[in-house]
């Protein structure tokens, strides 16, 4: 990689605005998703299993097109397959917003799945541009964007909900188009010809590309401590917005409060404080403290008695918010400049797994607990599921940690998901 190609500040700034603009769309809906499930189902029990239903349809289209999306943008460049991927996203809202029934809202899902790979894809951008030893940072300030993005978009898709539960859906379809318009005249292509790879389906296919990410010298252990921690933060995504309706009674505007805070925190501490952080204490710290600090989060949020311990905890979980970019850094420092895209898109691919099963745990789980008192304890048991696993990875880390030792410079190969011919 060029020494210019190193620094490329206008090109950072391009990609963080798209991934920003494509968040404002996701915080939009986030308040109003539930209340919209809720007009097809109106029973405690049966909206949480539909809501549970449509956040696992669009874990399992996400898990099956991230690679193959990433491959495509190894191959083709980066900026033709955002621009795809954000227009997918856009007739995603678009379709919501007029749905007549659940049929409709999956259909929705199942496209808007099929095109979300464009995150790992912005990640792969900014690993294009950016020289390793500054990467965790970089990858920061993709999640300090998903921050920003949280901090506005939930708060104005609850006040709009509150108006008319499908305005926000009309509003987030508005900012993919401009998003689209935005990347076609400003974005410029990151990946130079030269250094593209071949495209080939066995390689795009997401469980050869999901083994050769684990088998990755030095890093492949993290995945698993990366799948858990996600599966528990997916499984409080999946519940956050239903459990709080139950357990304190908000609405939609206060569920966009709620998660207004979420995002101004992750903003700081992603954009503001991470590059101190990994240059102070190393990324592995930031990994084992975030985690033992998730664990604890969680454990208070399924106790909370009072909508106040929410933000408390929030706030609180300062490190926390920091385990997802060092592990995405240290994992994108010891792969081959010409395959970032493709293991990006399979990091994302572990994501999508863990997005169906998360609502698979946690939508039975508070669908169950459900008719309870909203003061009893056990309203929390979702939380408490991910509390645990947060300790398992927390333990894989310590573990991972102290068999191998993490260099760079000796552990990157080639390409970790060589074509199958």
């Not at 227009?87 to 917003?97: A, K, Q």
């Not at 030095?218 to 499984?235: E, K, N, R, S």
């Not at 081959?336 to 946690?362: C, F, H, K, W, Y």
Request: charged share 10%; with cysteine; net charge positive.
């Amino acid at each position: 990689m060029s020494k210019s190609t190193h620094h490329r500040p206008a090109a950072v700034r391009f990609i963080l605005v798209c991934v920003l603009l494509d968040v404002l769309g996701f915080g939009l809906v986030i308040p109003v998703l539930p209340s919209l499930v809720g007009e097809f189902a109106v029973a405690r029990d049966s909206q949480a299993y539909w809501y549970g239903v449509m956040s696992a349809i669009y874990g399992v289209m996400q898990f099956a097109c991230a690679p193959l999306l990433g491959a495509l943008s190894d191959r083709f460049g980066r900026r033709p397959v955002m621009l795809f991927a954000i227009t997918g996203l856009g007739l995603d809202f678009l379709l919501m917003s007029l749905a007549p029934s659940l049929g409709w809202l999956l259909a929705a899902r199942i496209i808007g799945g099929a095109t979300a790979a464009n995150f790992s894809v912005a990640s792969a951008y900014i690993a294009d541009v950016t020289p390793p030893e500054t990467r965790g940072k970089a990858m920061g300030m993709i999640g300090a964007a998903f921050g920003i993005g949280f901090i506005i978009g939930p708060v104005v898709g609850g006040l709009l909900g509150a108006e008319n539960v499908r305005l926000p859906f009309y509003v987030a379809a508005a900012l993919s188009l401009l998003n689209v318009a935005y990347g076609f005249f400003v974005l410029p292509e990151s990946l130079p010809a030269d250094r593209r790879a071949p495209f080939s389906l066995a390689r795009a296919n997401p469980f050869t590309a999901l083994k050769g990410l684990v088998q990755l010298r030095g890093v492949g252990g993290l995945v698993w401590v990366y799948a858990l921690t996600i599966l528990a933060q997916f499984i409080l995504h999946s519940t956050w917005v239903l459990y709080t309706t139950f357990r304190f009674g908000w609405t939609p505007r206060e569920n966009g409060i709620s998660l207004f805070a979420v995002g101004a925190v992750t903003a700081v501490v992603q954009g503001a404080l991470l590059g101190m952080l990994l240059k102070r204490f190393g990324e592995r710290w930031i990994v084992v403290a975030g985690l033992a600090s998730g664990a604890l989060a969680f454990l208070f949020y399924g106790l909370a008695q009072q909508g106040w311990v929410m933000y408390a905890v929030i706030v609180a979980n300062i490190v926390g918010f920091a385990v997802g970019p060092a592990l995405q850094g240290m994992i994108s420092k010891n792969v081959d400049e010409r395959s970032q895209g493709i293991t990006m898109g399979s990091l994302n691919s572990v994501s999508s797994i863990m997005l169906v099963i998360a609502p698979l745990i946690g939508a039975p789980l508070l669908a169950t607990v459900s008719h309870l008192p909203p003061h009893d304890w056990r309203v929390g048991a979702p939380f408490y599921a991910s509390a645990l696993l947060q300790v398992a990875s927390l333990v894989f880390a310590i573990v991972h940690f102290r068999r191998k030792p993490v260099d760079a410079s000796s552990a990157r190969v080639a390409d970790p998901h060589p074509s199958v011919s």
